[in-house]
């Protein structure tokens, strides 16, 4: 099949049969590579595209800033000879003017080029009244030999870095930038034998899955068998049907479901539906009809199949594979109780067992399609400059340079899908990017097939990590939801890795095992109340929370449990039902074998195994819940997370002080730039701040609020900031993290957390500090 491409700013010679090159090395070509030989660091790879003339306007020309740069082919290759450009490249600043200025060369195709590697017409011109310059560098791409090694002799590839400030060292940090973009030389246009690091050109009409199919091959060869397991999961899953009874697949070929393949190799689509889902979708009356072959094929069925699971269909077909798993048609949509809630709990197996995930990351809804899979479907110019005839420049993407405008990085749903894949296809930006466990971005647009790209092996991560589990709550709190009563589904997959790794469930999503700590987050953002999920649970918040332990204490999960075990006293109680006065532990409190005399379990020890000490002058000894009936009481969605929900209602035992707010004295500590109100903790003393919280602009703007009396209760001790030299538990700085709430009847809500000295339980309003039974909703 010879193909000829039209580029968008020239045209392509024919470039030949896609058989004309061989994706992996044979077994002799692998043991030459094997043995170090200098001449085979090179993967096969697919034949460059040819440019047939040049691909310059008749009225481009370098500007006066440009021409003095002196760029050439050579300068983005240091040879082994170089070692003086090797430890430190020329001009590590350059300076291009203001952004003003580069718009207006509109003729020079270098400053074209730069303004679009920043971010084109989303860089502004001045900030805060100060014109943008922009300034560029070199870097080196790719891996960096040693000069002092044998292997020495191996070239490094150099990029230019262009950023932007708006004085000298203060550089313009906006979203709306590109990240971190890099302008490096055309493949064709290299100096050298080598091609790796080096942008490519692509088909201008649709994706080379010649290209793709060599990406997976290569990751099976290299990579083995670490990338069939995703980062979250330490452990192949090989067959999903063997725990989801129900489940089914695609046949592309057959054009029909299955049911319960065993052992077979399949594909799995993360997409997003849209406002308006009206496709085909399994239904109890017609998953029999749609197993039966060819039946994806006639017109009631095929017409109402969205172009995005098409075209997934077609990849899979293209990728030489047969099954593909999709939710709208592989569950059965209707089925409330049964299969759908099974499947929908496991998606960590249906999206962990895939051997790879296509990401329909640029379409807003299930009918955008797969940009690049039909013919004419790209929608994206390739960055492609020419300086002079035979030297052309281009900006290398990321995938990250589109996530700011696309929905799916903002759905809730597509969020645990991308966790626990372990190679997926992005479809994003005009191309399809291929990630694993081993390669960071493949990319059509940029040679990868080099040994050294391929058999680089990116760091593992760390098990023993707190701040792993805080970020995947942070993440998923921003993220939207067509339903708010999926808050839970579409956190079950991750739920369950909770449950796997930490060896405890969740309650309403915090953790049972570190509850204290985990109910300490922090409001990012503006948050709207979520008012059928639990106030004291990010689950009960629309925006973005901030669990940060990891950021005041350590993220050794050993070292947390230690310091749990003294730093905590209550007894957390979950009520059953919203109607019942039936409670139980949410983490039975382990008796400690030294304290022989006490007379009960939840005397004898905290959640943590650790002593109850005699921690307030007062008593305290009340820790069971007394038999309480609630009027009026909300009923929150179930929680699905947990397999013995209860009601979301906690109730347990704690100090309780009255304290003033009123605005802040101190400021802010540095740390993530918070919108929200902040206010000052006040007691007796009205001119001595005890600590501060976050608020809503709604809630202070309530009569009474800001500048009243209200009430606080005791949770745990913590940190403001993490201790100096990595001694937390000997250094000063432990507070009494306190909640603010607020009563409705006779159950109190969350409203914010905040924090004072130890030491200041004195200032408390009123009859001061007292042991009081709370139940929180």
């Known amino acids: 099949m010879s193909l000829t491409i039209a580029n968008s700013v020239g045209i392509l010679e024919d470039v030949g049969d896609d058989s004309d090159w061989e994706s992996v090395p044979s077994s002799a070509e692998s043991d030459a590579e094997d043995s170090g030989s200098d001449e085979n660091k090179h993967i096969a790879a697919p034949p460059l595209l040819p440019i047939a003339h040049s691909i310059a306007s008749p009225t481009d020309s370098l500007c ?30 350059i300076n291009m003017g203001t952004v003003k200025a580069i718009r207006s060369r509109s003729h020079c195709p270098f400053c074209r080029l730069v303004l679009v590697a920043l971010g084109g017409g989303k860089v502004p011109d001045e900030e805060d009244g100060k014109n943008i310059s922009v300034v560029m560098s070199w870097n080196t791409d790719g891996i960096i030999p040693d000069v002092d090694e044998p292997w020495n002799h191996i070239p490094q590839i150099r990029t230019l870095n262009p950023y932007a400030e708006k004085s000298k060292g203060d550089y313009l940090n906006s979203k709306k930038l590109n990240l971190f973009p890099e302008i490096t030389l055309l493949a064709n246009d290299s100096p050298t034998d080598l091609k790796a690091f080096f942008a490519r050109l692509i088909r201008n009409d649709s994706i080379d899955f010649s290209i793709v199919r060599s990406w997976l091959s290569l990751c099976e060869r290299y990579h083995g068998d670490s990338c069939n397991k995703s980062n979250l999961l330490n452990h192949k899953i090989t067959n999903p049907a063997d725990e989801i009874p129900s489940f089914r697949l695609i046949d592309v070929d057959s054009n029909c479901l299955v049911l319960r393949p065993s052992q077979c190799r399949y594909v799995a689509l993360s997409y997003v539906w849209g406002k308006k889902a009206d496709f085909l979708r399994t239904l109890s009356t017609t998953v029999n009809e749609l197993e039966k072959p060819g039946a994806l094929l006639r017109p009631e069925f095929y017409d109402r199949i969205p172009m995005t699971i098409r075209d997934a269909m077609q990849v899979v077909r293209e990728i030489g594979l047969q099954y593909l798993w999709v939710d709208c048609l592989c569950i059965i949509q209707d089925d409330e109780t049964g299969s759908k809630a099974d499947a929908i709990a496991k998606m960590d197996l249906v999206y962990g067992g895939a051997f790879v995930t296509i990401m329909a990351a640029s379409g807003k809804d299930a009918n955008s399609g797969l940009p690049g899979v039909r013919l004419g479907t790209r929608g994206e110019r390739q960055p492609i400059e020419e300086l002079v005839p035979g030297f052309r420049l281009a900006y290398k993407t990321t995938y990250q340079d589109y996530i700011d405008d696309v929905v799916y990085y903002t759905r809730a749903w597509t969020f645990q899908e991308r966790q626990f894949t372990s190679r997926s296809l992005v479809f994003i930006g005009g191309q399809v990017v291929f990630n694993c466990g081993q390669a960071d971005q493949w990319r059509e647009d940029v040679v990868c097939e080099d040994k050294r790209i391929v058999s680089k092996q990116l760091k593992a991560p760390e098990t023993n990590d707190i701040g792993k589990f805080e970020g995947l709550l942070q993440s998923y709190s921003e993220l939207s939801l067509t339903f708010e009563s999926d808050i839970y589904n579409a956190f079950a997959g991750l739920a369950r890795y909770f449950q796997s790794e930490l060896k405890t469930s969740l309650c309403h999503g915090i953790p049972n095992i570190y509850f204290d700590w985990f109910l300490l987050w922090y409001p990012l953002e503006y948050q709207k109340r979520r008012k059928l999920a639990p106030s004291w649970s990010w689950s009960g918040w629309i925006g973005q929370s901030w669990p940060r332990m990891w950021d005041w204490y350590t993220r050794r999960l050993d070292k947390i449990h230690g310091a749990q075990r003294t730093r905590t006293w209550i007894i957390w109680y979950h009520r059953l039902a919203h109607d019942s006065t039936k409670c139980i532990p949410i983490l039975p409190p382990r008796k400690n074998k030294n304290d022989r005399q006490s007379k009960t379990l939840s005397q004898a020890t905290n959640f943590y195994g650790g002593r109850v000490r005699d921690r307030f002058p007062f008593d305290c000894s009340k820790t069971l819940p007394s038999d309480r009936t609630l009027d009026s009481a909300p009923e929150y969605y179930k929680d699905t997370l947990n397999p013995t929900p209860g009601s979301g209602f906690l109730q347990f035992w704690t100090v309780s002080v009255m304290l003033k707010i009123k605005p802040a004295m101190s400021v802010a500590k540095p740390g993530p ?71 409705h009847g006779d159950w109190a809500e969350r409203v914010s957390i905040g924090c004072i000295d130890r030491h200041e339980l004195k200032q408390a309003i009123g009859d001061g500090p007292v042991w009081k039974e709370i139940i929180l909703a």
């Open 64 to 93: 006066n800033v440009c021409k003095d740069l002196k760029l050439s082919p050579k300068r983005f290759v240091v040879l082994p000879s170089d070692k003086e450009k090797r430890n430190k490249p020329d001009d590590p600043n």
């Open 673 to 743: 730039d918070n919108k929200l109100p902040r206010l000052g903790i006040f007691g007796r003393d009205s001119e001595h701040e005890l600590g501060t919280l976050y608020l809503t602009s709604e809630w202070c703007a309530i009569d009474g609020n800001v500048g009243g009396t209200h009430e606080f209760i005791l949770l745990c001790e913590g940190r403001e900031e993490r201790a100096e030299n990595h001694r937390y538990d000997e250094e000063p700085g432990w507070k009494y993290m306190v909640m603010l709430i607020e009563w």
